[in-house]
């Protein structure tokens, strides 16, 4: 059982930026970095989408097209670290969502909810015009 916890959201003008940190804590201590991670949103009215994905080796996969080159996933992949980051930059309005913190013992499609096995609550994102 590993338990994510996301923090770092709020409400932000478009084009300032935000740090969502999502901190992993497990009573097995079973190596965080045993892990692919991946950063979801949802907005009101729609469904859940993957944001960037990450892999157990650090490797950022499966950004979104609306987000390359404005947001970027990172993980502290050192003995016993268990945070992953998600730094947005320039954001929009249509950047506005609950963005999930998300674990899975082996992830092939980074893109699919369903291939991951533990999920954060939430943290509310805002975007102001």
């Known amino acids: 059982q590993v338990t994510l916890v996301e923090s770092g959201g709020g409400l932000v003008q478009a084009g300032g930026s935000l740090r969502l940190v999502c901190v992993a804590s497990s009573p097995t201590h079973k190596p965080y970095n045993s892990y692919d991670m991946g950063w979801f949103r949802q907005a009101p009215g729609k469904e859940r989408e993957i944001v960037v994905g990450?892999?157990?080796?650090?490797?950022?996969?499966?950004?979104i097209d609306d987000v390359k080159g404005r947001f970027a996933i990172s993980r502290d992949n050192t003995a016993n670290a268990n945070t992953i980051y998600l730094q947005m930059d320039s954001l929009k309005p249509e950047d506005t969502a609950v963005y999930y913190c998300?674990?899975?013992?082996?992830?092939?499609?980074?893109?699919?909810?369903?291939?991951?096995?533990?999920w954060g609550q939430g943290t509310q994102v805002t975007v102001s015009t």
């Open positions: 990450c892999t157990k080796t650090g490797h950022s996969t499966s950004y």
């Open positions: 998300a674990a899975g013992r082996d992830v092939n499609n980074f893109a699919a909810p369903e291939e991951y096995d533990y």
